[in-house]
């Protein structure tokens, strides 16, 4: 045993002394496209700190949040009550993973997410949303027997190999075969799903209320007469509330807005977080866990070494505790529509415009060919060169004069995506409003500064053929 004195981490040092170099270490040691890129769309910035919906760059200046890391932040950085709980836990000094015990907050948290889950009655943790997938997989297959896993095109379940394997884009999926024997089936086809229900080897299909690709909803009644289907052939409907789920689109999960519609399992994670401590959770009815596990000899037949750490649980139970005193969900529903009507109302404005669509606080604005000639011939260009190039041109605009921060919702997608904290209210829907409608009163002048960008996003394009 070492007598001497522990040496100390000096963490506000070592970022005093090495920040600077973010993008050269990340270009260095990690994925080194990503600098690439953020340098050549001007999205490389320096952000200090954040607080609820909005973070600060090295200049003080204050940013819009309508991505929410992906939907991780729901209720935005740095909430008082999540950060609390984390610093509680720590000083709580806990037991925490022996392995051979039952720490508390594990079954907390599960007694609390089932409380916002009717018909479901376990919970799996794990670490993030792609594992919580898998887990859906996996008791899938061994509860109903069957190998085969449906799934929608252009729908997205993470990357890791099974989720891959349902996912829905061949850009992902490209390079890394062999995947599970699974099928792709279209959103709202219950012709084509019943065609593969009657193989009799599908063991579930797993679905996304609302695509986060593209957002894209579930046509109504599509839900509830697949799960007819499924349950007509003894297999499985899965839930993928990833990033719909904990009131995401206006209600605790998106499958909800459909009356009768109970999934056999659920997958959760994202928002769960509170934004600090990765975690996934896999909901699911008591009969598929009981199968699962079997017996004492299979009880650690699927396990997590981190799954239930008592960091994760905490802060899932601090969010859920916000999320009821804080009425999320409902501003969630009301903001969102808010939002959803201004936008709307602008497809008659402007001729580049053609879609706003989604729920509560996930909501998918499109773009499309203009009816004059001079916008088309420029639109062709681009759509020439690369499709979803002119949303990028939007996108790029928002953050350099307006400091909002949004995302294009999909590879060669003419669609941009807004996910903002739960938290937003109507002095952010005004800001997004108002610098939106700059960018497009821009794209629409005919010039502008919109146009020359484009044309750099064009060569660029060009080049990466």
Not at 151 to 177: I, K, M, P, Q
Not at 192 to 205: F, I, M, N, T
Request: charged letters at 25%; hydrophobic letters at 45%.
């Amino acid at each position: 045993m070492t007598t001497s004195e522990p040496q100390e981490f000096d963490l506000a040092g070592l970022l005093a002394e090495r920040g600077a170099e973010r993008y050269e270490l990340h270009a260095k040691y990690l994925n080194h496209q990503l600098p690439r890129m953020l340098h050549t769309i001007g999205f490389d910035k320096v952000y200090e700190r954040a607080e609820g919906a909005h973070f600060w760059d090295a200049d003080g200046n204050d940013h819009l949040d309508m991505l929410a890391g992906f939907g991780v932040m729901g209720l935005g950085r740095h909430h008082p009550v999540v950060r609390k709980a984390l610093h509680d836990v720590l000083d709580a000094g806990l037991a925490d993973l022996t392995r051979f015990d039952c720490q508390p907050l594990p079954g907390l948290l599960a007694e609390k997410l089932l409380t916002h889950s009717p018909h479901l009655d376990r919970v799996f943790f794990g670490n993030s949303g792609t594992e919580a997938v898998e887990t859906a997989l996996k008791f899938a297959r061994y509860a109903t027997g069957k190998p085969r896993v449906l799934y929608c095109a252009h729908s997205f379940h993470g990357l890791t190999t099974g989720s891959l394997s349902v996912n829905g884009e061949d850009g992902f999926r490209d390079g890394f075969a062999p995947l599970l024997p699974d099928t792709a089936v279209p959103l709202g086809d219950l012709d084509a799903l019943a065609a593969e229900l009657r193989k009799g080897d599908v063991a579930a299909l797993i679905v996304e209320p609302i695509q986060g690709k593209g957002v894209h909803e579930a046509p109504p009644g599509y839900l509830r007469a697949a799960q007819e289907l499924l349950h007509r052939h003894k297999a499985l409907l899965i839930a993928d509330e990833v990033q719909t789920g904990l009131g995401r689109t206006g209600d605790f999960y998106a499958y909800q807005h459909e009356e009768g519609v109970e999934p056999d399992l659920v997958c959760v994670a994202k928002a769960l977080s509170g934004g600090y401590v990765p975690v996934g959770a896999t909901l699911g009815k008591d009969w598929i866990f009981k199968k699962v596990y079997s017996s004492m000899d299979r009880v650690l037949v699927h396990s997590a070494s981190f799954g239930s750490n008592a960091q994760a649980m905490a802060a899932g139970l601090a969010v859920l505790s916000v999320m009821e005193n804080e009425q999320i969900v409902a501003n969630a529903r009301a903001t969102g529509e808010r939002l959803k009507a201004r936008l709307a109302a602008l497809v008659d404005t402007y001729e580049l415009l053609s879609d706003v669509r989604g729920r509560g606080l996930m909501i998918g604005i499109e773009f499309g060919r203009p009816r004059s000639l001079k916008l088309r011939s420029r639109w062709t260009v681009l759509q020439t060169a690369r499709k979803g190039l002119f949303a990028q041109m939007v996108v790029v605009p928002l953050l350099q004069r307006h400091r909002i921060l949004t995302q294009v919702s999909g590879d060669h997608l003419e669609v941009i995506k807004l996910i903002p904290p739960l938290v937003i209210g109507e002095q952010d829907v005004d800001r997004f409003m108002d610098a939106f409608t700059a960018v497009m009163d821009d794209a629409h002048s005919g010039g502008g500064l919109m146009w020359d960008f484009g044309k750099t996003l064009v060569k660029q394009a060009v080049a990466n053929k």
